[in-house]
């Protein structure tokens, strides 16, 4: 551990790339030996040959097979632990967004090693001690809650476990305590937006907010300046996943040009959904990684689904922790429509373009007289909705022509009265399929 003005812990922060990869290679071992008497990869190790000592590279990780949510689910509650059960101290479960939920267990230097790590995310945006730090996502299982909680008392902040939900309290409490860094989930950062204006206040100078961490769901780039510039502050982009046991496995530094993942602790691949091969840096595909520091339930090439990237070339922060892009969206996230594919994600980036667009909106898919429909119900601001219907038209015009452009289909707009569209107390539904399934298949 070693403490400077820039990073958090300059013994791993500051590592050249061939010390990094000596470093992973030399974990992937541990890991190897650790997941020995796994039920899952004890086997598996066996049928590729594969032991610690024979492990000469990194790639060789690749002859056992990917680990998948079903294989998860499957070895429910307790079937993955590698350590006895009275080492075992936290309990998380994903928050189910894609169906029945998993569990993840921590033993006591699991759940220290993770605060550890958000710490270092935090730090690295210059949040420091003296800081005020409010965590507006829900406790409890989601692991939002706790995992920022426990890296913000370890950096040193003090730590308002504000929680999900309650819009006015929150507001008091950032005035009341001078709030400068939250934690929040994109679309809770819009709706603050509505209340905030309702209540009259003007963030940048009724509060004192200087960052924001944005994270457990897409968000487009405009969202990103939507936010920066209504509360005057910076947003970091935040990733992380129960499985990988929650947020702090990726997270921008004050460049903002991507996600630093930290190679020290989570090792990664990106591979084509289809042919599960690797892709080069710079192509999309889906996301695939393996636990380095976990003990109690170390995870192996793991499929997150999600879509994204690693960006090609170096960070001017000098971190040499390869870079995530923008995660578009879930591979399940994604939808056909007229033989078109399409991330909600790319919905968004068009809409949130529009200035007299507002805070919420949802896709509706349908299907009529036996033909696919993509309805987007739009939330304006409240200045358009009281102007005259010649101007709503007009807007409503733009929208569509926008996303025809962008989506090559031309879908049908609705635009409804600001606030009007349901809210979710944790992450955002953006898209509802209604369509039934075809007569005859
Ligand atoms: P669940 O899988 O049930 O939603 P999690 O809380 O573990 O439960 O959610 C992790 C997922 O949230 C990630 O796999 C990813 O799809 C999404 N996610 C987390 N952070 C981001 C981010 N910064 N950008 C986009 N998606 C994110
Ligand atoms: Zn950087």
Redesign the pocket.
Known sequence: MKRTDQYWDASVEALSRSQLDQLQLRKLKQVLDRVQSSVLYGPRLKEAGLSSAGLSAIEDIRRIPFTTKADLRSQYPFGLVCVPKDRLVRLHV?????GQATAVLYTRGDVDRWADLLARCMYMTGARPGHTFQNLTGYGM???GLGFHYGSERLGLLTIPSGAGNSKRQIQLMRDFGTNILHIIPSYALRLMDVLGEMGMDPKHDLELKIAYL?????SEEVRRRVEDFYGIKVY???????MN?PGVAFECPFQSGMHIWEDAYLVEIVDPETLEPVEDGTFGELVLTTLDREAMPILRYR?R?VTRILPGDCPCGRVHRRLD??RG?SDDMFIIKGVNIFPIQVEHVLMNIPEVGNNYVIVLRRENDIDEMLVRVEVTQELFVEDMRHLHRVRKEIVRNLKNELLVTPAVELVEPNSLPKSEG?AVRLLDQRTPRKGG
Do not use: C, Q, V
Request: hydrophobic fraction near 15%.
């Open positions: 994903s928050s189910g967004t894609t989601f692991t939002g994270g457990a769901e897409p968000y982009n935040s990733y992380g996943l129960s499985e929650g997150t999600d923008r995660i879930r992450k």
